[in-house]
């Protein structure tokens, strides 16, 4: 079966697949300006803090590569790009990868600028190189991440001395961190495709993550794919599995990390920690080094995204029941609260909440695992 993506680049062409109308509906969406890219990112048509920083990277090497080709072409300045950047910057505040490849293409500009460039194609040609370089980079860490994370778990595993279920581990996760919320492989999704890959795995149980269900109608369809053995489980059944199954981690992503461990993720994620933490669980987050944000101390620093509170309200799927043989079933959004509720104040509606570094036992990046050695927080300077 073709790997899952989330986008697809063809020299200046760019398309995402409809993260929307995902699992029943494949449905790829081009992507030809920076207002598509901004919309897009705005919507959740594409989500996921890595494939986030790399669609807003690629819509500024679309156009600038587009511009360039204009005849003649116009004069490129920092004027030109700064506009844009902060526009894209403003899509979804939460998730600090977007602020990184931003501050990363900002200072790419500025060094050539100091450094005496001043042709104005070699210029854009360099920022066109360094933007695609951020989504490219994306996957090669995405896999030694999850391998770093994978066989911590198992070294974690094997030193209690605690028991496998036939062999191999179950694992709890919560949203989608997979390739579908990356640019190839996933991130906490990718711990759990290695330790699939490599035999370890005996159930990944997924929540479904109200209110935009992304393990339900996500993870479910990465890991169908996959050929993982994996079991759904509502948002409100991790304290009773926890009390029924022995279950050897919880493993999430993370939109956002504070220099002392502290984690925004999707909500929900702090319920399960919470959870965790009370069943003597390993709670594992799996995230590129461009999520940890060195410059803010502690959670209570990080911006929390408060989506529409309609988003709460409705439920998009497909018409049930589903024939076997239809390849593109009639989808329908329905609302599953009163039609006079108040969406002024009568629902809260944040996109994520904050867990707390006591409550994380590990923290992985591409450049290796953190833990606190009895420590409060993490002292992140070994990953980052």
């Known amino acids: 079966m073709t ?12 398309e995402i697949i409809n993260q929307l109308l995902l699992p029943h ?40 590569s587009r511009v360039l080709k204009e005849s003649p072409p116009p004069k490129y300045s920092g004027a030109h790009l700064d506009p844009l950047l902060d526009y894209l910057f403003t899509s979804r505040p939460t998730a600090v990868n977007l602020g990184a490849a931003i501050k990363r293409l900002r ?29 490219d980079e994306d ?31 179950n694992v709890l996760t919560v949203c989608n961190t997979g390739s579908l919320a990356t640019s190839g492989y996933g991130t906490a999704l990718g711990l759990i495709t290695h330790l699939f890959e490599t035999g370890n795995l005996n159930n990944a149980y997924y929540t479904q993550t109200a209110p935009y269900h992304q393990g339900s109608r996500l993870t479910s369809f990465e890991l169908i794919s996959l050929g993982a053995p994996s079991v759904m489980i509502c948002d409100t059944m991790v ?33 399960a920690a ?45 018409l049930h029941p589903i024939s076997p043989a239809t390849t593109d079933p009639a989808q329908a959004v329905v609302m599953m609260t009163p039609s006079n509720i108040d969406l002024v104040s009568g629902v809260y509606n944040p996109s994520f909440d904050v867990t707390p570094a006591e409550l994380i036992t590990a923290i992985v990046t ?7 050695d009895g420590a409060a927080e993490f002292d992140l300077s070994s990953i980052v």
């Not at 995230?287 to 911006?303: E, F, K, R, W």
């Not at 591409?366 to 606190?372: D, R």
């Open 239 to 271: 304290g009773s599995l926890f009390q029924r199954f022995n279950i050897h981690a919880v493993v999430v992503g993370a939109d956002r990390i504070a220099k002392n461990g502290d984690t925004a993720n999707k909500i929900g994620t702090y319920n």
């Open 366 to 372: 591409e450049k290796g695992v953190a833990v606190k």
């Open 107 to 135: 200072g790419k500009l500025d060094l050539l600028v100091k450094n005496g460039w001043e042709d104005t194609r070699a210029l854009a040609q360099e920022i066109i190189k360094e933007a695609r370089l951020v989504a």
């Open 25 to 64: 509906t494949t449905e790829w969406l081009p992507i030809n300006s920076i207002p598509d890219a901004y919309d897009a990112i705005k919507s959740m048509k594409i989500r996921g803090a890595p494939a986030i920083a790399s669609l807003a990277s690629l819509s500024i090497a679309q156009n600038l």
């Open 274 to 318: 919470v959870l965790a933490a009370r069943h003597k669980i390993p709670f594992i987050v799996v995230a590129p080094v461009s999520t940890v944000d060195l410059d803010i101390p502690n959670g209570s620093y990080i911006p929390i995204e408060q989506r529409a509170a309609i988003e709460a309200c409705l439920v998009r799927g497909a």
């Open 3 to 14: 790997p899952l993506t989330s986008l697809r680049t063809s020299e200046d062409e760019i």
């Open 139 to 169: 996957v090669d860490r995405n896999r030694l991440m999850s391998k770093h994370g994978a066989e911590w778990l198992l070294a974690d595993i094997a030193k209690h001395e605690k028991e496998l279920e036939n062999g191999k581990t």
